[in-house]
């Protein structure tokens, strides 16, 4: 995956607050009050940062935790994951691994095959629909 490098300035510029916020800052959505939570349209999930595709809405589901939720990425290579030890909690981090936004965490809860939930917030994303 080819990393994309900006400065701050640059991600501003480009990024709406929100979006700035969130895959910039590490910050979260509240739950339910992302664009797209209960949207189910078929298409890709790219990275609202750097278009990177991160997500097919194949494995998109209605996990019921307030955010769009996938059982698994578009690919082995397309995010990465890190420890997050914020907020005295333990979870497991979400990057895009094209320009290193925080999309979300990924939770070991999901449905089979995977088991696994990526909570990803909706200002991460962009969806470009088949």
């Not at 895009?96 to 990803?120: E, K, N, W």
């Amino acid at each position: 995956m080819p990393k994309i490098d900006k400065s701050e300035q640059e991600w501003r510029q480009e990024l709406t607050p929100e979006q700035y916020r969130v895959l910039r800052e590490k910050g979260t959505e509240a739950p339910f009050s992302g664009e797209y939570d209960h949207v189910f349209e078929p298409g890709t999930y790219r990275c609202a940062g750097c278009g990177a595709e991160l997500f097919d809405s194949d494995a998109k589901y209605d996990s019921g935790c307030g955010w769009p939720a996938f059982s698994a990425p578009a690919g082995d290579e397309v995010v990465e994951e890190e420890t997050d030890a914020s907020y005295g909690m333990v979870r497991t981090e979400v990057l895009c691994a094209s320009c290193g936004g925080h999309l979300g965490h990924v939770f070991p809860d999901g449905p089979h095959p995977t088991g696994l939930r990526y909570c990803i917030n909706s200002a991460s994303l962009k969806l470009d629909e088949r």
